[in-house]
């Protein structure tokens, strides 16, 4: 089990978001976020890392573009046991990101609205959170992806009994959920979109 030294948490559900990050504080974890995540986090007197400090990139495009940089991506993809994703990581400034926790615009609430138009159903169609969720459960041999608040007290409980590490066995549960998650929330744009005349 690695331990978790460097995390990016971005959420639009903040329910228990500051509780969480302070454990992983306590754990002496790096917290990156974004936008009113980070502004969340930091009130509550959390050290934070904003991603655009992080990444070296502004945020752009009205907050569309925040997330999709390589020193996101390749810090959550890059493979730890293969001296080559070591290599390239190295070479280009690339830091080992171990958990991501994230959830998704909530698309299916914004279209049950009565007046909700289309340009708002597209606007709300999450695009770096999906991205980042399933790079983390992509490579969940390295990675804690967390997207559900109800996994964050048995997270934090895993830690504090295991020096900050995550089980390989709870990535692998936390991973397939990531999927699910996934499926669903597109299917829900691909069934909107389809009753679109």
Do not use: W
Not at 77 to 97: C, F, T
Request: charged share 20%; net charge negative; proline share 6%.
């Amino acid at each position: 089990m690695a331990k978790i030294q460097r995390a990016l948490i971005s959420v639009t559900n903040k329910s228990g978001v500051v509780e969480l990050a302070q454990a992983l504080a306590a754990h002496g974890v790096e917290i990156l976020s974004t936008g009113g995540t980070a502004k969340a986090l930091a009130a509550a007197g959390i050290p934070i890392r904003e991603v655009s400090e992080f990444t070296g990139f502004p945020e752009m495009l009205d907050g569309r573009v925040k997330t999709l940089h390589p020193k996101i991506h390749g810090g959550i993809l890059g493979i730890r046991s293969n001296p080559s994703h070591g290599e390239a990581m190295e070479k280009h400034g690339i830091l080992p990101i171990d958990m991501v926790v994230v959830n998704l615009y909530a698309f299916e609430d914004t279209i049950a609205k009565p007046d909700c138009s289309l340009a708002d159903a597209i606007e709300n169609i999450d695009i770096g959170g999906p991205t980042l969720l399933r790079a983390a459960a992509k490579n969940y041999p390295f990675v804690t992806v967390i997207t559900d608040p109800t996994d964050y007290h048995p997270i934090i409980n895993e830690m504090m009994s295991s020096e900050g590490s995550v089980s390989p066995e709870t990535n692998f549960k936390l991973a397939k959920k990531v999927f699910r998650l996934t499926h669903h929330y597109d299917g829900a744009i691909n069934k909107y979109l389809e009753n679109i005349q």
